[in-house]
């Protein structure tokens, strides 16, 4: 029987990982600290892997597959085929950003400004690549974490580190002076798997269901009754995915609405449901939209 050799990052990815997938249909379960979690399909064989790696074994072939950020692809150089991106993140659903920041107080507001001086971050190749383009010589040192008290205790004058809001770094006291990447996560392959029909059509059910779990998060179903003559009020003011399903109840003039809605916009859409004449409104979460 042919395998899927399938990376799942370890760290802070790891559980919104195992959660998407089980949404999607397949169950992991990691035992202890094994690094080789057992998963309800025979086709796939899982492995986890930090994401600052995940792209190297993806390229070796160790791994036909897995997922890792968009930003260790670019630190890595690594030659894979970049399949899908996914967000992960439910409430902001925006990608992350490198960002270079300084001591609030400091005196450099430019990119030109740090030349001759020091960069602490995680990003390495990354940042002196960017700097090389810019033409700005600048020393860039590995930073192990605790890379913001790093500038602010004067052991960098600067770092390149992640962010969403920003909002950590600036209660770091530093200020942000340049957007340097964007990053999300990234569904990758071997190149070499790729080529191969079975694994490509594998790594594809994959995306479809993960895509439909991601998609399911901010939507919800909403079901409701109302008479036949309210039918025009009620769909008049309803957001829908698609057209929404009206059938007849039974020996009834009354008819059963449902749809699918974004779930931001629940509460103020309940009342105004109510109000043009639906009753019984039941509202439901969703495990993939596709």
């Known amino acids: 029987m042919k395998k899927l050799k399938f990376g799942i990052p370890k760290g802070s990815l790891q559980k919104a990982t195992i959660n998407l997938f089980e949404k999607s249909g397949w169950k992991i379960n990691v035992n202890g600290r094994s690094y080789f979690p057992d998963i309800n399909d025979e086709e796939i064989e899982c492995a986890i892997c930090r994401a600052q790696e995940m792209s190297r074994y993806v390229e070796t072939g160790t791994l036909d597959a897995g997922l890792t950020g968009r930003d ?18 439910k409430v902001s659903q925006k990608p992350a950003r490198w960002v270079l920041a300084v001591p609030a107080g400091s005196k450099i507001e ?27 010589d600048v020393k860039v040192e590995f930073s192990w974490g605790a890379t913001e008290a790093k500038a602010v205790s004067g052991l960098a004058d600067a770092i390149v580190e992640v962010t969403e809001t920003g909002s950590t770094i600036r209660a770091h006291g530093l200020k942000i002076i340049y957007d340097l990447m964007q990053t999300n996560t990234q569904l990758i392959a071997n190149r070499d798997s790729y080529k191969d029909s079975w694994k490509k059509a594998k790594i594809g059910q994959i995306i479809l269901l993960l895509k439909g779990a991601l998609r399911a998060e901010n939507m919800v179903a909403l079901k409701m009754n109302l008479p036949q003559e309210k039918v025009k009020d009620v769909i008049g003011i309803l957001p829908s995915l698609n057209a929404p399903t009206v059938a007849g109840l039974y020996n009834s003039d009354w008819v059963s609405v449902e749809t699918v809605v974004d ?23 969703l495990n993939k939209v596709i």
């Open 72 to 89: 260790w692809i670019e630190e890595n150089e690594s030659d894979v085929v970049m399949v899908d991106d996914l967000v992960y993140s």
């Open 110 to 136: 430019r990119l030109e400004d740090l030349k001759g001086k020091k960069i602490a971050t995680e990003l390495v190749n990354f940042t002196k690549k960017f700097f090389k383009e810019k033409n700005v």
């Open 263 to 285: 779930s931001r916009v629940v509460r103020d859409l309940i009342p105004r449901l109510m109000d043009a004449g639906a009753q019984g409104i039941i509202e439901y979460s």
